[in-house]
C-alpha cells in the first residue's frame, strides 16, 4: 500500500498572488477538469466566438464574411469532434494498461468503470512522484488516478498533429461544402416561396 505523511497544507500556493477562497475553489474546480470536458469546453468557445467575429468583420465583403464564418463553425465542429475521438482512445488504451487485474488477469471493475492499479502507476513514475515531498495519501490517490488522463492526452496531442492534416482538414471542407449548399438551397425556397406568394 501507498502512504504518504499528510501535508499541513491544504490551500492552492500562487506565488506572487493573493486571491481568496473564492478565487481558490474556482481555479481547484477547473484544475479537476479531465482532458476531455477542456476540449469540449474550448471546442464550444470556439463555435460560439469565432463565426460571430468572421461574420462581423467589416474589412471584407459581406460573401466573404459569411463564407469565413461558415468555416470557423466547421473547424470547431470537426476539430471538437476528432480531438474528442482521439484523446478518448488515447486515454482508455493508457487507462487499460495501468488497470488491475484478478488472478485470471482480467481487468477489474467497478460500477462498469476500470480500478487503476495505482501501485503500477507509482512504480512507473515514481521519481516524479517523490519529487514532490509529503504528500496527504487522498491527495496522492487523485494523482494517481489522473495519470493516464494525462498520459493519453499527450499521446493524443502529439497523433493529432498527423490527424489535423488527415483527417480535420478535408472533412472542414466536406462540413463546408454541405453547409453552403443547405444554405443555398435554403435561400432558393425563400425566393421561390416569396416570388409565388408574390
Keep these: 500500500m501507498i502512504t504518504k505523511v499528510k501535508s499541513t497544507n491544504n490551500i492552492q500556493n500562487f506565488s506572487g498572488i493573493k486571491l481568496g477562497n473564492k478565487a481558490q475553489k474556482a481555479l481547484a474546480k477547473v484544475s479537476d477538469f479531465s482532458s476531455i470536458q477542456q476540449r469540449i469546453a474550448i471546442g464550444s468557445s470556439a463555435l460560439i466566438f469565432q463565426p460571430i467575429i468572421d461574420f462581423n468583420n467589416k474589412n471584407v465583403d459581406k460573401e466573404t464574411r459569411k463564407v469565413s464564418a461558415?468555416?470557423?463553425?466547421?473547424?470547431?465542429?470537426?476539430?471538437?469532434?476528432?480531438?474528442?475521438?482521439?484523446?478518448?482512445?488515447?486515454?482508455?488504451?493508457v487507462e487499460h494498461s495501468f488497470a488491475?487485474?484478478?488472478?485470471?488477469?482480467?481487468?477489474?471493475?467497478?460500477?462498469?468503470?476500470?480500478?487503476?492499479?495505482?501501485a503500477k502507476i507509482y512504480n512507473t513514475f515514481k521519481k516524479g512522484f517523490e519529487s514532490l515531498g509529503n504528500i496527504d495519501p487522498s491527495e496522492l490517490s487523485k494523482a494517481l488516478k489522473r495519470v493516464p488522463s494525462i498520459i493519453g492526452t499527450i499521446i493524443a496531442l502529439g497523433?493529432?498533429?498527423?490527424?489535423?492534416?488527415?483527417?480535420?482538414?478535408?472533412?472542414?471542407?466536406?462540413?463546408?461544402?454541405?453547409l453552403e449548399k443547405t444554405l443555398e438551397k435554403h435561400a432558393k425556397n425563400k425566393e421561390t416561396g416569396g416570388s409565388t406568394n408574390g
Excluded: H, Y
Design 70 to 93: 461558415l468555416r470557423s463553425a466547421s473547424k470547431a465542429v470537426i476539430g471538437t469532434l476528432t480531438g474528442l475521438l482521439v484523446r478518448g482512445v488515447c486515454m482508455k488504451a
Design 100 to 118: 488491475k487485474k484478478d488472478s485470471a488477469q482480467k481487468i477489474i471493475r467497478e460500477s462498469g468503470k476500470i480500478v487503476l492499479d495505482e
Design 159 to 178: 497523433i493529432m498533429i498527423i490527424t489535423n492534416f488527415v483527417l480535420d482538414a478535408p472533412l472542414t471542407n466536406k462540413t463546408l461544402e454541405l
